[in-house]
């Protein structure tokens, strides 16, 4: 596939978003049950509002993909068939309760809103950031199955599409929430960098395990059973057009073979390699600096990591366009 | 139930491309506006094309053989295009089969052409919306048309009938029987789609004659033979005159 600039940036910036909360939720779970301190309002509050902007740039980036911005609203109607019909309800539904649970840090309106038989007070952030936590793993789903649904494109295919939209999403998220608390609460660092750590090395292994399967793939189209004739040797000599059409444009990365060969190692050692010692290093002398520099390098991973993931799936409509004659 | 299709001898296709020109020709002139083109006359030219005609040799040099392979929408009786749509502009029709792109509602987000296997679908890159063959949705109703001409376009443009339109859930309908009787069969079965257009694969040519080929019609000697006969107790022309 040809990777569309505007869906990678979709789809990791909603990343960074989801994860950075889902961070952030994590740690008022564990503040609620008294296993670290309760952090002021404010540190949710605004976090949750820098996660709320970076789904808003993924959402503005989405934009540039449509062919008629102007009816995006139509998107919604096949929610029963269509996960994009799915994405395009999950994304701003999660967008609008981040919103509420960030606004309800921030105003200081957070009633206690049940007692549990124990005593413990639920209040209305936690379950807000309930609600958002299910939004913010249907959205990850949403997202990943829109690939992982089509069956033709065979490295998509699999449920390790999905999970590693999640572990990568969280990965970077987690990565970001780490560099906040350095900011804003640096007690919990160490909290939410073990946390990075934990689940950067599952996307290590989720992301290692869809490679090492995608590079054992049999197609199982072929040009026999495109055109349907069964005789081993067939060739292309003319495909229709001289000067290229929306199928050979949509569908091929355009770069050589070789380019595609770099960028593997190079997303694994940015997204991964680079960033686990880093942050292993951060968690005994953490530094504002450094967890710049750690997200940053991360993200760029990832964004070449998407780059990839598109550019690798092969499509079995490239069978028809191979030769321009 | 009916599904209306299209079938492609490919024993008879010589890759002359009048289907794509007059599909062209008659859906870039219809009520949805252009398919639209890019640099037509330029040195990269591209453009918007709902069938296109592909060329393939099969078999090795000297043992060859060229085989022109017309490819279209193929109507799949289980299309994978239609689910995924988010807008519901992509749909099947029930009542013929034929599948369908709503201009006015397409987003243009080019997600059904993923879920396509046969790369049929093209957006046209000026109007920004998914075009596809729609086997002349506007021709085959019109009842403006005579009855003959009700068949797409390309249909009628083949000058090799290379191309077959009609019900194939009508089993005596032609298109049925020539997938039956000459062994039609449907592209990527692997996938399940099932597709509506079939293609009929090369074999051994038989030569058709018709009636009147055998006899001409309009041969003079047939011509004289249909003046007045005499009987033979008239009298003959001789007896009659003195010359
Ligand atoms: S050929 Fe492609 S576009 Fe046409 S119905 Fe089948 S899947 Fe859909
Ligand atoms: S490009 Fe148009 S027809 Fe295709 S999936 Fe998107 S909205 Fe539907």
């Given at each position: 596939m040809n990777p569309a600039l505007s869906v990678i940036f979709l789809t990791t910036l909603i990343g960074i978003g989801q994860g950075l909360f889902l961070a952030l939720f994590t740690q008022q779970s564990y503040a609620l049950f008294d296993l670290l301190p309760h952090q002021d309002a404010r540190f949710y509050g605004w976090g949750s509002l820098l996660a709320l902007l970076f789904?808003?740039?993924?959402?503005?980036?989405?934009?540039?993909?449509?062919?008629?911005?102007?009816?995006?609203?139509?998107?919604?109607?096949?929610?029963?068939?269509?996960?994009?019909?799915?994405?395009?309800?999950?994304?701003?539904?999660?967008?609008?309760?981040?919103?509420?649970?960030?606004?309800?840090?921030?105003?200081?309106?957070?009633?206690?809103?049940?007692?549990?038989?124990?005593?413990?007070?639920?209040?209305?952030?936690?379950?807000?950031?309930?609600?958002?936590?299910?939004?913010?793993?249907?959205?990850?789903?949403?997202?990943?199955?829109?690939?992982?649904?089509?069956?033709?494109?065979?490295?998509?295919?699999?449920?390790?599409?999905?999970?590693?939209?999640?572990?990568?999403?969280?990965?970077?998220?987690?990565?970001?929430?780490?560099?906040?608390?350095?900011?804003?609460?640096?007690?919990?660092?160490?909290?939410?960098?073990?946390?990075?750590?934990?689940?950067?090395?599952?996307?290590?292994?989720?992301?290692?395990?869809?490679?090492?399967?995608?590079?054992?793939?049999?197609?199982?189209?072929?040009?026999?059973?495109?055109?349907?004739?069964?005789?081993?040797?067939?060739?292309?000599?003319?495909?229709?057009?001289?000067?290229?059409?929306?199928?050979?444009?949509?569908?091929?990365?355009?770069?050589?073979?070789?380019?595609?060969?770099?960028?593997?190692?190079a997303f694994m050692v940015l997204a991964f390699g680079i960033p686990l010692p880093l942050l292993l290093i951060s968690m005994s002398q953490p530094s504002v600096w450094l967890l710049g520099a750690i997200f940053i390098l991360q993200y760029t991973g990832l964004l070449a990591e998407r780059w990839f993931f598109f550019a690798e799936a092969n499509h079995p409509q490239n069978l028809y366009y191979q030769t321009i004659g | 139930m009916t599904q209306l299709a299209l079938v492609i001898d490919l024993n008879v296709c010589v890759g002359c491309h009048a289907c794509v020109t007059s599909c062209k020709e008659w859906n870039t002139s219809g009520a949805a506006g252009p398919l639209c083109d890019e640099n037509p006359y330029g040195a990269d030219p591209t453009g918007t094309f709902l069938n296109r005609v592909q060329t393939f040799e099969v078999g090795q040099y000297p043992n060859t053989e060229t085989v022109h392979f017309p490819k279209s929408c193929l109507h799949c009786e289980d299309p994978p295009c239609v689910p995924v749509c988010p807008t519901g502009a992509s749909y099947k029709r029930k009542q013929d089969g034929i599948v369908l792109v709503d201009y006015d509602k397409c987003i243009g987000c080019k997600y059904c052409t993923w879920a396509c296997p046969y790369g049929a679908r093209e957006i046209d890159e000026k109007q920004k919306v998914m075009k596809k063959c729609t086997l002349c949705v506007d021709r085959i109703y019109d009842t403006s048309l005579a009855e003959i001409d009700r068949k797409p376009s390309c249909v009628k443009a083949c000058p090799t009938s290379a191309r077959l339109f009609g019900d194939i859930h009508d089993s005596e309908s032609a298109v049925s029987q020539a997938i039956r009787e000459n062994g039609g069969y449907a592209l990527m079965p692997e996938w399940g789609t099932h597709p509506a257009n079939h293609y009929l694969p090369r074999r051994k040519t038989h030569l058709k004659i018709h009636e009147d080929e055998l006899e001409r019609a309009d041969n003079p000697l047939k011509v004289d033979g249909k003046l007045p006969k005499p009987s033979k107790s008239e009298p003959t022309l001789d007896d009659v005159t003195s010359w």
């Open positions: 789904t808003m740039a993924g959402l503005v980036a989405s934009f540039f993909h449509l062919g008629r911005p102007e009816r995006a609203w139509r998107s919604a109607a096949q929610w029963r068939t269509s996960w994009l019909s799915r994405e395009v309800i999950v994304l701003p539904a999660f967008m609008g309760i981040l919103f509420l649970y960030g606004a309800s840090h921030l105003s200081g309106l957070d009633p206690v809103l049940v007692t549990l038989p124990s005593g413990l007070g639920i209040n209305a952030t936690v379950i807000l950031g309930g609600i958002a936590t299910m939004l913010a793993f249907a959205l990850f789903v949403s997202t990943g199955m829109i690939y992982a649904c089509l069956r033709f494109l065979q490295e998509w295919h699999t449920p390790l599409t999905v999970i590693n939209f999640i572990l990568l999403g969280g990965a970077s998220g987690f990565t970001l929430a780490t560099l906040y608390a350095a900011i804003l609460a640096p007690a919990q660092t160490g909290f939410l960098g073990g946390w990075a750590i934990i689940i950067t090395l599952l996307g290590l292994l989720g992301r290692s395990s869809s490679l090492w399967r995608n590079a054992r793939l049999r197609p199982k189209s072929t040009l026999q059973t495109a055109i349907g004739i069964k005789h081993p040797r067939i060739v292309q000599t003319a495909q229709g057009a001289m000067g290229g059409s929306f199928s050979t444009r949509e569908f091929f990365h355009g770069k050589k073979a070789s380019f595609l060969h770099a960028i593997k190692p | -």
